[in-house]
């Protein structure tokens, strides 16, 4: 059975800084997109970053504009884990934060994932 695992998420003031971490386990994803989503209440779960091999091996990420320049995804493939640094934290950015893995398409979209964490909860304010 196939688990992601979330941690990291709590309460920071703005400007402050957070890592998550999602640790897959059932299978291993080193060959798969891994990515994270958040969701606020009463909106569509969104899209903020992801990361993927490419066929020749390079690593690929990509973010949403709203976060470019503030958050960092990163994996490690030994540890079958992915994390997000978040950095310069806005009050904007609380949410509950899903991990991802397994893309079959378009990743900004949450329907061409397959597997999904429980999520953890980021609360930004002062």
């Known amino acids: 059975q196939v688990q992601l695992v979330e941690s990291g998420g709590g309460l920071v003031h703005p400007g402050g800084s957070l890592r998550l971490s999602c640790a897959a386990s059932?299978?291993?994803?080193?060959?798969?997109?891994m990515g994270w989503f958040r969701q606020t209440a009463g909106k569509e779960r969104e899209f903020v970053a992801a990361?993927?091999?490419?066929?020749?091996?390079?690593?690929?990420?990509d973010y949403a504009d709203s976060v470019n320049g503030r958050f960092t995804i990163f994996r490690d493939d030994v540890k079958n884990t992915v994390y997000l640094q978040m950095n310069s934290l806005k009050p904007e950015d609380t949410a509950v934060y899903y991990c991802?893995?397994?893309?079959?398409?378009?990743?900004?979209?949450?329907?061409?994932?397959?597997?999904w964490g429980q999520g953890t909860q980021v609360t930004v304010s002062s």
């Open positions: 991802t893995a397994g893309s079959s398409g378009n990743y900004y979209y949450t329907a061409s994932w397959v597997y």
């Open positions: 059932g299978r291993t994803f080193s060959a798969d997109a």
């Open positions: 990361t993927r091999w490419s066929a020749a091996g390079s690593n690929y990420v």
